[in-house]
C-alpha cells in the first residue's frame, strides 16, 4: 500500500493570496485537508459576500484589513467588523459581508470540518412581502 502524499508546506504568506476582482469578492484557497479549509478573502469597497450557512460545521474568520457590516441572521441584521477583529459561526449560523468602507476587507476563513458544507440563504428582507 501506498501511503497518501501530503503537502508539507506549513507556513504561508497571506498576502500572496489576496487579489482584488471588480466584479466580486476573490476566494483563494492557501491550504486544504479533510479537517479543514483556509481561504483568504478579498472584498473590494461595495461588494458582498451573500449570506449563507454551514450546515455541519464552523467558520471562523481573521480580519487584516478594512471594514464591513458582518450579517447576524436572515433578517439581515448586522454588526460592524474591522481589522483585528476574530469573528465566528459556528454550524448553522447565518453570516456573510458587505465591505461598507472605502478600502479592501481582507480576512483568512477557516472552515471545519472540510466538509462543513455550504448553503445560500435569502434574507426575508429580499423576499416578496405577502
Do not use: C
Not at 501506498?2 to 484557497?29: E, H
Not at 460592524?80 to 454550524?91: E, F, K
Amino acid at each position: 500500500m501506498n501511503p497518501v502524499k501530503m503537502d508539507t508546506t506549513r507556513i504561508f504568506s497571506s498576502s500572496s493570496f489576496f487579489k482584488s476582482a471588480d466584479r466580486a469578492p476573490v476566494r483563494s484557497v492557501v491550504a486544504k485537508s479533510p479537517e479543514a479549509v483556509v481561504v483568504a478573502w478579498q472584498v473590494e469597497p461595495g461588494q458582498s459576500i451573500p449570506t449563507h450557512i454551514h450546515p455541519n460545521g464552523q467558520d471562523t474568520w481573521t480580519v487584516f484589513s478594512g471594514k464591513g457590516d458582518y450579517y447576524l441572521d436572515d433578517a439581515g441584521t448586522t454588526q460592524p467588523i474591522v481589522a483585528g477583529d476574530v469573528v465566528i459561526a459556528q454550524s448553522g449560523q447565518v453570516h456573510g459581508v458587505f465591505n461598507s468602507g472605502d478600502q479592501p476587507l481582507t480576512f483568512i476563513s477557516i472552515v471545519t470540518p472540510a466538509n462543513a458544507g455550504h448553503q445560500a440563504i435569502v434574507l426575508k428582507e429580499s423576499l416578496p412581502r405577502q
